[in-house]
């Protein structure tokens, strides 16, 4: 028989945030972040409408207008990023740059809008994504033992 924790998330991680360790092994490095909540998913919505208005508002006779689910590529990274920014993220930590100064908080939510810096919004959203799961896990695993 299924169980339904496998199937759900601890809404309190969800809302409130847990630290999840992200990157290659030896390379590791910490992202304190909510989950993907209805705030997110609503304000990617949002970002992607003004996006495509602005797109559509710029464009020249016979140009083909551009709907909020297709939009170009690099527009999709800077929405993701921003909704990512003011809904989802709160902290990173144990991160270097090319000097070895750790990077801050802002300069991270900075860098992930840009093109160059695309696996790292891809290993924020992943980090985001995996809150709830991640410690439902983990409760479910210390029921069993």
Do not use: H, W
């Not at 508002?57 to 800077?78: H, T």
């Not at 409760?139 to 033992?145: E, G, H, P, Q, S």
Request: glycine share 6%.
């Amino acid at each position: 028989m299924a169980k339904i924790a496998l199937f759900t998330r601890d809404q309190s991680a969800m809302d409130n945030g847990i630290r999840v360790e992200v990157g290659p092994k030896g390379q590791t490095f910490g992202i304190t972040t909510r989950g993907l909540t209805d705030a997110y998913y609503d304000r990617l919505f949002a970002l992607k409408r003004q996006a495509a208005a602005e797109i559509n508002a710029a464009l020249k006779p016979g140009d083909l207008p551009v709907s909020p689910d297709i939009l170009p590529p690099s527009c999709e990274d800077k929405n993701m990023a921003k909704a990512l920014v003011e809904c989802c993220l709160i902290g990173v930590d144990n991160l270097e740059d090319a000097s070895g100064n750790a990077v801050t908080f802002e300069a991270f939510c900075s860098m992930l809008p840009e093109r160059a810096n695309q696996g790292l919004l891809s290993l924020a959203y992943n980090a985001a994504r995996s809150v709830g799961v991640v410690q439902q896990e983990v409760k479910d695993d210390a029921v069993k033992n």
